[in-house]
């Protein structure tokens, strides 16, 4: 593109030329290692989330349990386990807990007399150093007779 007498010598030559490549593949060695370094920590951060995902739902179903067992014993229906209850044996719930407090309270509104119970469950899974609760309410009322 220019003449040929634009360019100094020393540069035309290729032994002057050398160590070129060297950057360039330095370069991209760089760029691929720090590539490589942030898929790495985000497989990392992904597998972490999915852990905590599925033992919280396995925390959550056992404080599904909590309080079906609390409603259950509180009417009636058939449920004689204590508060704290460990699963042992259910596939799913391994390492996992259950909580559950009953409050009662009465109430008065003219000449009806109601009972009012609130009814409280905590879930609780545990694998290795990750503990994950899943807490669940529910209020429920009755006329007295």
């Known amino acids: 593109m220019y003449p040929r007498y634009?360019?100094?010598?020393?540069?035309?030559?290729?032994?002057?030329?050398?160590?070129?490549?060297?950057?360039?593949?330095?370069?991209?060695?760089?760029?691929?290692?720090?590539?490589?370094?942030?898929?790495?920590?985000?497989?990392?951060?992904?597998?972490?989330?999915?852990?905590?995902?599925?033992?919280?739902?396995?925390?959550?179903?056992?404080?599904?349990?909590?309080?079906?067992?609390?409603?259950?014993?509180?009417?009636?229906?058939?449920c004689n386990v204590l508060s704290p209850f460990t699963f042992v044996g259910v596939p799913g719930l391994e390492n996992c807990l259950f909580k559950y407090e009953i409050g009662e309270t009465a109430v008065q509104d003219g000449s009806?007399?109601?009972t009012h119970w609130t009814f409280n469950s905590e879930g609780q899974c545990t694998v290795g150093n990750t503990n994950v609760t899943r807490n669940i309410y529910v209020d429920a009322m009755l006329e007295v007779e």
């Open 112 to 114: 009806k007399n109601f």
């Open 6 to 78: 634009f360019i100094p010598n020393n540069m035309a030559k290729p032994i002057n030329q050398r160590g070129s490549m060297l950057v360039i593949a330095l370069f991209v060695i760089i760029v691929l290692g720090l590539l490589g370094l942030t898929m790495t920590r985000l497989l990392s951060s992904s597998s972490e989330t999915i852990i905590h995902e599925v033992l919280g739902q396995r925390a959550l179903n056992a404080s599904r349990a909590g309080i079906n067992c609390a409603v259950a014993k509180q009417l009636g229906s058939g």
